[in-house]
């Protein structure tokens, strides 16, 4: 081997060292990168089941209420059917148009010469028709139309 041959191996032998040097460094890097991504996807598996036991408990709670909310349905539409049956058949028609027609209130309560349907406070004029109505003489808001309730708190 000359001496040149010999220079040219010795250089080549540092080159291929410094290489693997090199090598090494990038893959203790990758390795550390992996142990922290592994870290992480535990991290982040903890919390996607942390957040799916809370939906799992709100779609019970959920499903829980909606069971009350059925039966209670269930229970005012049965009394309902039964007050109904006690109110003439001329008022509840016109109770069911206006409840249709009024966002499903049809009738509201006059308290202290105002209508809870529209909230509105009833003139005198109007307040003066309600007082020289019968009893039982089916009166309305003059604003919503609404079937006025009358009761000792109407302020008449
Ligand atoms: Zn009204």
């Excluded at 919390?47 to 005012?76: G, H, M, P």
């Amino acid at each position: 081997m000359s001496p040149k041959d010999l220079e040219n191996l010795q250089h080549e032998v540092a080159s291929l060292a410094k290489r693997q040097g090199d090598l090494e460094d990038v893959v203790l890097e990758v390795m550390e990168r992996r142990e922290a991504a592994q870290e992480r996807v535990t991290e982040l598996t903890g919390r996607v089941e942390s957040v799916q036991a809370k939906v799992n408990d709100a779609l019970s709670r959920r499903d829980a209420a909606t069971v009350v909310i059925d039966d209670e349905v269930a229970t005012v539409t049965k009394e309902r059917e039964v007050v109904a049956a006690s109110i003439p058949a001329d008022l509840i028609k016109l109770y069911d148009k206006l409840r249709a027609q009024s966002g499903g209130v049809g009738a509201a309560r006059l308290y202290q010469r105002r209508c809870e349907g529209c909230q509105l406070e009833l003139n005198i004029t109007e307040v003066n028709e309600v007082r020289a109505a019968a009893a039982d003489a089916v009166v309305r808001c003059e604003n919503c139309r609404r079937i006025l309730v009358r009761t000792p708190e109407s302020g008449l």
